[in-house]
């Protein structure tokens, strides 16, 4: 199953909200997951199940989506969301991910 | 608190072998599928592996296929790749990954990764 993201690059400001889609080849239910990577650390799990908020994540995260299109939406961005964010697809191996979508500063 | 430490990596020759090992604490090891995933460097995320609590289950990316095996001790709480016939693309970051308690093909948490470079 190929992931689609878009945009590939964000340019965004303080206070913005922004929104990232995902695109699966085919139906994938809500088996989405969606990671932010900071530069030089490990990714973190931001939501899963397309729309589950994992423990710990600011609220100002949210997913949405089923079958073949999710968007990650962002309201308010704050200094340290400005990363790189991926969606993942969980329904069935091989696990694939997006190339990814890096959020700078406008 | 949640550890997974990522070791074994270095620089090898193409065709050569290596082995990962991740060793983790702060968690039920054998109540969780594990995973490998990789990042070439200024790239984005590759899942490359993964295997379910009791080993029964395991699956590969098609890049790795025949050539990495992924393995676990549940009695010490680690996980292993074994790397075989390495090429230079296989040069990555590799990170050990623990599988989400509700979506165990979810990674939940990650070790720092190991750098493998494959090069002559």
């Known amino acids: 199953i190929q992931l689609t993201q878009s945009p590939a690059f964000l340019s965004a400001s303080v206070g913005d909200r922004v929104s990232i889609t995902c695109r699966a080849s085919q139906g994938i239910s809500t088996y989405l997951t969606w990671y932010q990577q900071r530069p030089g650390k490990a990714p973190n799990l931001l939501i899963y199940d397309a729309s589950t908020l994992q423990n710990g994540v600011p609220s100002r995260f949210s997913g949405s989506g089923s079958g073949t299109e999710f968007t990650l939406t962002i309201t308010s961005l704050r200094p340290e969301d400005f990363a790189t964010y991926y969606c993942q697809q969980t329904s069935i191996y091989p696990i694939t991910l997006g190339q990814g979508t890096r959020l700078e500063t406008k | 608190e949640v550890q997974l430490v990522e070791s074994g990596g270095g620089l090898v020759q193409p065709g050569r072998s290596l082995r990962l090992s991740c060793a983790t604490s702060g968690f039920t090891f054998d109540d969780y599928a594990m995973h490998w995933v990789r990042q070439a460097p200024g790239k984005g995320l590759e899942w490359v592996a993964g295997?379910?609590?009791?080993?029964?289950?395991?699956g590969y990316a098609d890049t790795v296929k025949g050539r990495f095996a992924i393995s676990r001790d549940n009695a010490k709480n680690s996980l292993f790749l074994q790397m075989d016939s390495l090429s230079p693309d296989d040069t990555a970051f590799y990170y050990c990954?623990?599988?989400?308690?509700?979506?165990?093909?979810?990674?939940?948490?990650w070790g720092q990764g190991t750098l493998v470079t494959v090069s002559s």
């Open positions: 990954a623990k599988g989400h308690e509700s979506d165990q093909k979810s990674f939940a948490s």
């Open positions: 295997i379910s609590w009791n080993s029964v289950k395991v």
